[in-house]
Each structure stands twice: as C-alpha cells, then as structure tokens.
C-alpha cells in the first residue's frame, strides 16, 4: 500500500529531528570529555585531590562516563600525570566500573610508575586467569624492560613463547627497548631476526627501534635499509613518527642536512594527513605531536628560524594552542638561547592561559638565570607565586644555585628554608646537584658558619644525612677549625659512622 504524502513528510521530519539531535550530541559529549579533563589537569598547579573533583563534578550534574573517565586516563597518561591517571582508576573501581583487558593493562603500567614493581607483580598476580593474557602480560614485560630488569624480562618472555603468546610485534619490541637502553644495539639485530623467523611482522614501533639501533652502530646505510624495507612493506607502517625518528638519528649524529631532510619529509606526512578526511578528528592531537617534534628537532639542528615558522604554523593550525605546545616551543627557544623570544612568548601564554602551569614558569626563570637576567626571573616567580599553588621548589633550586654563583649564600638559605616551609606533607628533598653546590661553595669560602645554617635547616625537617656531614666536615677542614664535639654530634643525630667520616672526625679532633 503506497504511504501517504502526510506520512512520509512527518516520518521524514521526525528524522531529521533526530539525526540534528544526535549531531548535536557529538559536539556537547566531547565538551563535557574537555571539560572533567581540564578540572582534572588543573590539579597539577592546585595539589586538589581527584576523588573530590570527580565527586563534585556528579554533584554539579555531571556525567562520569567510562568513555569519558577513559579519555581523561590516556590524556593524564600521555601528559604523564600518572598519579592523577591510576586515582582515576581506582575511583573507576571502588564505583564498580567494569575494567575491560585494556584496562587491566593499563593500570597494571600505572601501578608500576606510581608504585613500583613489585605492586605491579602483585596486582599481576591477583588477576583472574581470564585476564591474564597477551594483553596484561605484554604490558609486564614492556614494565621489566622499563626498569631494566632484564633477567625477569627474559625469563617472562620465555614463559610467554611457552603459553603461544608472541604473536605480535610488540613483546619483541621491548626487549628490542631493553637491549637499547642498556648499551647493547647489536643485540637488537637478532631479534629482528628471530621475528622473521617466527613469522611475526614487524610494525612502526619496531621499525623505529631497528633504525635506531644502526644508528647507534653508525651504520647509515643500514638506517636507509630499514627506511627502505619499510616502502616495500606498505604504508600502514609509514607514518610521521618514522621521519621523527629518523631525523633524531641524524641529529644525534651530527648529520644535520640528512636530519632537516627527514623533517621535510615529515611536514609532507601531516599534509598528507590533514587532507585526508577519514579519522580526521583521531588525527587531531597525533598532528600537534608532530609539531612538537618538529620544533624539537629543528632546534637540535640550530635553526631558529625553521622553529619560528613552524611554531607560527602550529598556532594557525589549531583552534587553541595547548599549555604543552607553549611548553614545546619554550624549551626549544631556551635551548638555541634565544632568550628576547623565549620571553616573548612566555608572556603570550601567560596573558592567555587557562590554567597556569609551572612547568613553563621554570623553563623561562632558568633561562633568564643562565643569562644573568635576575630581575626578569623574580618577576616571572613573583608572579606565578600569585597565579598558582606550585610546585615551586625546581624554580627555588635555580635561585639558590644562582644566588652561590654570585655570592649571595644568604639568600640562597632564605629560598631553600622556603622550599622546606612549602613542601609539608609533600617529601621533597633537594636535587643533590643543588645540595653540593651549597657545600662546595662554603668549603671554597671556608664559611663554616654558613654551612652550620644549612645543615640546622635540614634538621629542623629531618633531612641532615651522612653526604651533608661530610661536606660539613670538609668545611671546617678548609677554615682549619676544630671541632671536637662533632663525633657527640654525629651520634645524637643517628649518623653512622663510615670510614670517610671516621677520617674526617680524625683531622677535625685535636692532636
């Protein structure tokens, strides 16, 4: 029976209604993704906690999806918020949110960053048997290969062959990692072989680490031989990060034309896949990646103004321009000493910023401080003690190593007892670069009374250490001062006694 012309009219309207509705959701379901992850990102520079926000976000109306929360978790993770990342998962869990394999995976990685490995093991080990597969154990072993623990990674990966489980490329590809970062790229050569010989394909990943491991061997034409096996392959395994790689393999090298070849050969593929529609938005974020590197790399050649233009090609490429990017951008201007730039656009990103983040505060206040441009850097920290909660103990070390440069060992201790006062529940310590720079300088200037302000600031926070007597030590030595009563000193502070301290102790006390 033929439908009639009312029918059809209402039955059509009604579906365009629908199809304006449901597009309409896409735009509003990814603003509310944008918005949980900027509340969550936001906690960096607060210090807030992550189960209050997610709760206060439900409380505001708010939905905590699990697509949302799983977006959040791999932004957190690519930024490497990691603490804030596995929070998420464990507030996922006590809502009794269904972790699928890939999730397991995932915080089996988290818990290895934020915990160490032997929570890993254990959340492993406490896994159903189900679970327990290619998925979770490929990610405990790329774990031991993270932390170089290669006599677990070879004994995982046997027992792995043994249960069918290498039949991807990624497994080989960790230990390929491993043997790289322990000095032993010819190893790497092997297990290419092996894969062949099994049958596995190799993909972009492991392509990218049997470049590098020629290039480690510097053996170039061995690079080009890997670039050229990747053509014959096809172009699933080419993409943007093989002319990165290859670009880091020539800087390293000192090849610098090869190394600016390979970064125009790298524009060409974010061309290319900028006008490609399919995946456009899945594209998105991977292209601005590809912009960081080429403003990396281009600084790795020197060329500042091919970071200029990419930098300038960056920002009209994109909606906003991300805290990362002006990040990016500033290490790169730091790093060619372009400092009148680098202050430039520092202020571009604080004019404009969302949420203040130090990070950027600290690349341009060590900039300035190399350059001998104090007053720049304390207004730089003057106002991010304004903007944001911290953390600002990276920016204090730099003051204080500056401060003993010039002189100034007074209010080097006034920055360092401020870091102490700020950190609270937080166990920072000094980077032992910064510790040895103080104690250097008051053994030069032979300032014992110096280096006894220093060390009564470390006990007041429970920080004074056996490294921090030695060097108080050595400055009474160079005074020639005695002390007799350090050894009471040492004991009442529950310092052991070494043999370099026994030493000390010897001159110190009187014939």
């Given amino acids: 029976m033929a439908k009639s012309p009312s029918r059809v009219i209402w039955t059509g309207s009604r579906a365009v209604r629908h199809l304006c ?9 990814a603003e509310k993704r944008k918005r949980m992850y900027r509340r969550l990102s936001e906690l960096g520079a607060s210090g807030g906690s992550v189960s209050r926000t997610l709760n206060e976000l439900i409380l505001e109306g708010g939905k905590t999806s699990k697509i949302n929360l799983t977006t959040c978790i791999k932004k957190l993770r690519k930024y490497g918020r990691f603490d804030h990342a596995i929070e998420v998962m464990e507030w996922m869990q006590k809502r009794k949110m269904n972790f699928s394999h890939v999730d397991h995976a995932v915080y089996l990685d988290l818990t290895a960053k934020t915990k160490g490995i032997a929570a890993a093991e254990n959340y492993f080990d406490n896994l159903p048997p189900s679970v327990q597969n290619h998925v979770t154990y490929s990610t405990l072993l790329n774990c031991y290969c993270k932390e170089l623990m290669s006599e677990k990674a070879l004994t995982l990966f046997e027992k792995m062959d043994k249960m069918k489980l290498l039949s991807t490329s990624m497994p080989f590809s960790n230990l390929m990692t491993l043997h790289m970062r322990l000095g032993q790229p010819e190893k790497v050569l092997d297990i290419v072989q092996e894969m062949k010989q099994r049958g596995v394909s190799p993909g972009t990943f492991t392509y990218n680490i049997w470049m590098q491991s020629y290039g480690c061997l510097n053996d170039f034409e061995g690079v080009q031989r890997v670039l050229d096996e990747m053509k014959m392959d096809g172009k699933e395994n080419f993409s943007w990060t093989t002319y990165s790689n290859l670009a880091t393999i020539y800087v390293k090298a000192g090849l610098l034309d090869q190394a600016e070849s390979a970064l125009r050969k790298l524009e060409e593929q974010i061309e290319c896949g900028r006008d490609c529609d399919f ?7 991977a292209d601005r990646e590809a912009y960081h590197f080429l403003i990396s790399l281009y600084a790795g050649t020197s060329n500042l103004s091919e970071v200029r233009r990419v930098w300038n090609s960056l920002k009209s490429s994109f909606r906003t321009t991300t805290n990362i990017s002006y990040l990016n951008v500033l290490q790169a201007l730091a790093k060619l000493k372009d400092v009148e730039g680098l202050l430039k656009c520092f ?15 600290n690349v341009a206040i060590r900039a300035c401080l190399e350059h001998d441009m104090y007053e720049e850097a304390a207004s730089i920290f003057d106002e991010a003690l304004k903007r944001t909660k911290g953390l600002f103990f990276k920016a204090r070390e730099m003051f204080m190593v500056f401060f003993l440069k010039n002189h100034q060992p007074d209010l080097a201790l006034k920055h360092m007892k401020a870091a102490f006062s700020e950190a609270k529940e937080i166990e920072w310590q000094p980077d032992q670069k910064t510790v040895s720079a103080f104690l250097n300088y008051f053994e030069d200037e032979k300032d014992v009374d110096g280096a006894e302000r220093l060390c009564k600031i470390w006990k007041q926070i429970n920080r004074l250490k056996c490294n921090a007597y030695i060097l108080l030590l050595k400055t009474y030595i160079a005074a020639g001062r005695l002390a007799p009563e350090m050894q009471q000193r040492l004991e009442e502070d529950n310092i052991e006694i070494n043999p370099e301290l026994e030493n000390l102790l010897e001159r110190l006390s009187p014939k």
């Fill in 21 to 29: 509705a449901a597009a309409e959701a896409v735009p509003v379901a």
């Fill in 279 to 285: 995946q456009k938005k899945r594209r998105h974020d």
């Fill in 347 to 361: 202020k571009e990103w604080e004019s404009s910023c969302h949420s203040y983040d130090m990070r950027l505060a």
